[in-house]
């Protein structure tokens, strides 16, 4: 079975600082997504990934995705407040493998 | 364009009860897949139907059951209730069946069983 790993598993970090959010997979798989969680709400898409090398950008969040290296990253720069919530990697391999979650708090 | 509906948001059973979830997809789209999220497990894989037919299912009992409509529209279906089963159930919908298509989710169904 396809495992997803991220890490961290909890991130606190201030406001202005640059961090990485890591997500590890253990099968090949050329198709990778985030998502962001809120408390107590749904699942939003933030980044779809569909081969090596791709990289998207959405306001202070930017995603890679290397498959050879089963890696992608979700690199968050000069964090605010409003970024503040649980992350999730999901790899796409006939059905959808969700990460671990990584839970951010940016602190003022 | 409307986003995925789930009915009810919230329920209460209790152990041995069974429990009925209802999804309704994106207008278009044809797939439609389930997921429990628990604290413990996170989010985990239940089924997935496209046309009407499970494409995939993932490592759950058989006591957790669904099934598609004509109109792409699903229900998910919980017998022998346990209190291991109160968890956020989530479900998504993709334009179609495998391929690279994201997924779009609902709002969700909070069970609690007590």
């Known amino acids: 079975e396809l495992k997803v790993e991220q890490n961290p598993l909890f991130l606190s970090m201030q406001e202005g600082k640059n961090y990485t959010i890591y997500c590890n997979y253990s099968?090949?798989?050329?198709?990778l997504y985030w998502y962001r969680q809120d408390p107590g709400k749904s699942l939003e898409s933030l980044f779809v990934l569909l081969s090596n090398g791709a990289v998207k950008q959405e306001g202070r969040l930017m995603a890679s995705l290397d498959t050879k290296a089963r890696l992608s990253t979700l690199h968050i720069t000069a964090a605010v407040h409003d970024l503040s919530a649980t992350y999730f990697c999901a790899v796409d391999r006939n059905q959808f493998y969700f990460g671990t979650g990584t839970s951010l708090t940016v602190i003022p | 364009k409307a986003g995925v509906t789930q009915t009810p948001r919230y329920l209460i059973k209790t152990r041995g009860q069974q429990v009925t979830l209802s999804c309704s997809p994106i207008?278009?789209?044809?797939?439609v897949s389930w997921y429990q999220q628990t604290p413990g497990q996170g989010l985990q894989f239940l089924f997935e139907?496209?046309?009407?037919?499970?494409?995939n299912k993932g490592n759950f009992p058989g006591r957790f059951s669904g099934r598609q409509f004509s109109n792409s529209r699903s229900e998910m279906n919980v017998s022998t209730l346990e209190l291991g089963d109160s968890a956020l159930y989530l479900c998504a919908s993709s334009l179609e069946w495998g391929g690279s298509n994201e997924q779009f989710f609902g709002p969700g169904t909070r069970l609690t069983v007590l």
């Open positions: 139907y496209f046309s009407e037919t499970q494409r």
């Open positions: 207008s278009g789209h044809r797939s």
């Open positions: 099968t090949t798989s050329d198709r």
